[in-house]
């Protein structure tokens, strides 16, 4: 049963959508305070990197050295952010030309591939990794067995993260300021909150977010350290955060589909049904369904209610209100 | 106290100086991750220019890289001064390049010329009308092209993909047992190679002078023409333009097709310069789409301007490819065109405000 095909790439699905979730998570808080960052995909690949440098590196228990490396994938997405962050908030850059310089910067063919050679980091398997947490009789329990307890902590910990993400948006007055900072950053500012910190704040916050989503790769799907090993997760984690209407749980719904569907076509050709789609069509829907969503909530009334954040991708200049 | 305000007016000078002074801090920058690396940044960078722009031959294989990335980065430009941020130039390329191939198969056999100007318009054609779904949907209802035409890159991707490896389409060679178990695209015919002109040994491409003819239309077709006129009113404010008379929502079409139209023709060349088949991996492992928005960019979306950072930017790339692996710091080209690119960003402020520092003075109400 643990063996049928829904169970396997619901089971993969979440584990493969993990990634992108963080990644997603991330770029929901940035872009609820009014900053798109296009950088996701290069922030992750140096989180990735700096991860994988940390497991390497620190010559500690398994737990220790797996914290620590967490830690440093966050500390390099968030310093990434800062550069995008500085350049959009404090010199009133284009975001969108400043978030794809980001990625540049920082992507396949730029720093994340440099510190890799220079750390020379290609070589080796990881010495640590992310492993499952529960132990083999649970995981062999019918369908909850592999989807939920056949998880690494990371799983896990990316709920907790959801759970946060929402209750501190909806419920807590900090999260409120920060809707009105991406909403209306003029009413945020007569309201005598300082939107240029909370800017700053989730731009950086997202990008940790973005960092621990590499170390997620690096560390735990493909544990070692490959250029360019993320191959565009950066780029569907910020069509997530559309396709989820800027919500965390939605986000949660919509990283499992995406991984379940990139994931898809791997076990159709192993299994080689008759019946299988082309593997191009199933992980094309993703997309399509994202764009089908986005005009399906285009409308005014909807967009009000479902839509982004009304200042998104906008400087905010006193002055000019 | 620091305050940053509006120019009225901006300097001619200041126009120069910035960019420049924007540059020199980049590879100021890029000297100091060298160093801290271990790499020797002078003879690093001595060897990056070499290969760019200054060893033999180098000057033609820096223009096979800079010939995408000015149809790509016209094609961001054209669309980046209406406020329209097309970021789709990747996916449109690739819809230029399948119906280049395509064309170029079918007309195989007729006169030269008649396959070029064939391929010419399917790509063009191909990229419209990619370009015009997130045109249409942005000009009827509101959908934010920035995400619609970023989504569609990865389902034009995947069509490439299907088209050669996952069906046995037209375009792709199905002739021999190689082919079966390396699939790839049919070898286009000969007619639909694009003549080459070489002076002094550097090779001239038709898809180099496609560009630059793409770049003087734009320019008169922006500075010269209703439609341009109409166009920057739009990008400035749409709703001026709207009380003014103007259809903005077939403006917003137009101007997508029309950026769509031209990496599409980058596309076309793509398949008629250079790989002489409809070729997935070298499409899509080359990102010219992206990297010429970063062009775009640099140019302030001034046309001309664009070919001048396109043949640069190329002739970097075009380095990073040629010193590949040995001793060189792999994935510092990159490094350097991201830093450029937040330079220059950086020094925009500098040229459209003026930042003041000044003693704070008390006033006569806070002594009071």
Not at chain 1, 13 to 18: C, K, L, S, V
Not at chain 1, 185 to 212: E, K, Q, W
Not at chain 1, 247 to 255: D, F, H, I, S, T
Not at chain 1, 264 to 281: G, H
Request: charged share 10%; proline share 4%; net charge positive.
């Amino acid at each position: 049963m643990n063996n049928s095909l829904l169970v396997v790439v619901l089971a993969s699905g979440i584990a493969y959508g993990t990634p992108l979730l963080y990644g997603a998570l991330g770029e929901l808080l940035a872009e609820r305070s009014g900053v798109l960052n296009l950088g996701v995909e290069g922030m992750m690949l140096v989180g990735a990197v700096m991860g994988f440098w940390a497991v390497q590196r620190f010559h500690v228990t398994t737990t220790l050295a797996l914290l620590g490396a967490i830690g440093v994938a966050a500390l390099a997405g968030a310093l990434l952010a800062g550069i995008h962050a500085f350049l959009v908030v404090t010199l009133r850059a284009n975001q969108i030309v400043s978030g794809l310089a980001l990625t540049i910067f920082a992507g396949v063919a730029g720093l994340s591939s440099y510190l890799g050679n220079d750390l020379d980091l290609a070589k080796s398997p990881a010495r640590h990794q992310f492993q499952e947490v529960f132990p083999k009789s649970w995981q062999d329990l019918p369908v909850v067995g592999p989807i939920i307890f056949g998880q690494s902590v990371l799983v896990y910990a990316s709920w907790l993260c959801v759970v946060l993400v929402a209750l501190y948006l909806t419920r807590t007055r900090l999260g409120l300021n920060v809707r009105a900072v991406g909403e209306s950053p003029a009413a945020a500012d007569a309201m005598g909150i300082n939107v240029s910190a909370y800017r700053y704040a989730h731009t950086l916050v997202g990008g940790a977010f973005a960092g621990v989503a590499g170390a997620t790769f690096s560390l735990s799907i493909t544990p070692q350290w490959i250029a360019g090993l993320t191959a565009g997760a950066g780029w569907i984690a910020i069509a997530l955060v559309v396709f989820s209407f800027w919500r965390p749980a939605l986000c949660l719904v919509g990283a499992y589909l995406f991984g379940a569907f990139a994931y898809l076509p791997f076990v159709l050709q192993a299994r080689d049904y008759p019946w299988a789609p082309p593997p191009e069509l199933s992980q094309s829907l993703p997309y399509l369904m994202t764009i089908l969503a986005l005009v399906l909530v285009s409308s005014r009334a909807a967009r009000l209610r479902f839509g982004a954040p009304a200042a998104l991708g906008r400087p905010y200049v006193r002055e000019e209100r | 106290m620091i305050r940053i305000e509006r120019r009225l007016e901006q300097p001619r000078w200041l126009t120069v100086v910035v960019p420049v002074v924007s540059v020199a801090v980049a590879f100021l920058l890029a000297t100091l991750v060298l160093l801290a690396t271990h790499h020797p940044p002078l003879h690093t960078f001595r060897r990056l220019f070499d290969a760019a722009f200054l060893d033999n031959g180098a000057l033609t294989e820096t223009l096979v890289s800079a010939t995408p990335l000015a149809f790509t980065g016209l094609c961001a430009a054209v669309a980046f001064r209406m406020n329209l941020f097309n970021i789709g130039g990747e996916g449109q390329l690739y819809a230029g390049a399948i119906t280049g191939a395509t064309i170029a198969l079918l007309l195989g056999g007729a006169p030269s010329a008649v396959v070029i100007v064939g391929m010419i318009a399917a790509g063009a054609a191909g990229g419209a009308v990619l370009a015009a779904i997130p045109g249409v949907l942005r000009a009827f209802f509101s959908t934010s092209e920035i995400i619609t035409s970023l989504m569609l890159n990865y389902v034009v991707a995947l069509i490439i993909d299907y088209l050669i490896f996952g069906s046995h389409s037209y375009l792709r060679d199905s002739s021999g047992f190689e082919a079966s178990v390396f699939p790839q695209g049919k070898t286009l015919p000969d007619e639909a190679t694009w003549p080459s002109w070489a002076i002094h040994g550097l090779v001239i491409p038709l898809g180099a002078l496609v560009a630059v003819a793409v770049a003087v239309v734009v320019w008169f077709l922006y500075k010269r023409t209703r439609f341009g006129f109409e166009v920057s009113v739009i990008g400035d404010s749409a709703r001026a333009g709207r009380y003014a008379g103007m259809r903005t929502r077939r403006k917003i079409v137009a101007v997508m097709c029309l950026s769509g139209a031209i990496a599409g023709i980058g596309g076309a060349s793509q398949d008629g310069d250079f790989r002489h088949q409809l070729d997935p991996r070298g499409l899509t492992q080359a990102n010219y789409g992206y990297a010429g928005i970063v062009v775009a960019a640099l140019a302030r979306y001034n046309p001309f301007a664009v070919l001048l950072v396109a043949f640069l930017l190329g002739g970097l790339q075009n380095a990073g490819y040629t010193l590949q692996g040995a001793d060189f710091p792999n994935g510092l080209v990159g490094v350097l065109q991201g830093l450029l690119l937040f330079c220059v960003l950086g020094g925009e402020l500098f040229i459209r405000y003026r930042v003041r520092i000044e003693r704070r003075h008390r006033t006569a109400a806070e002594t009071a």
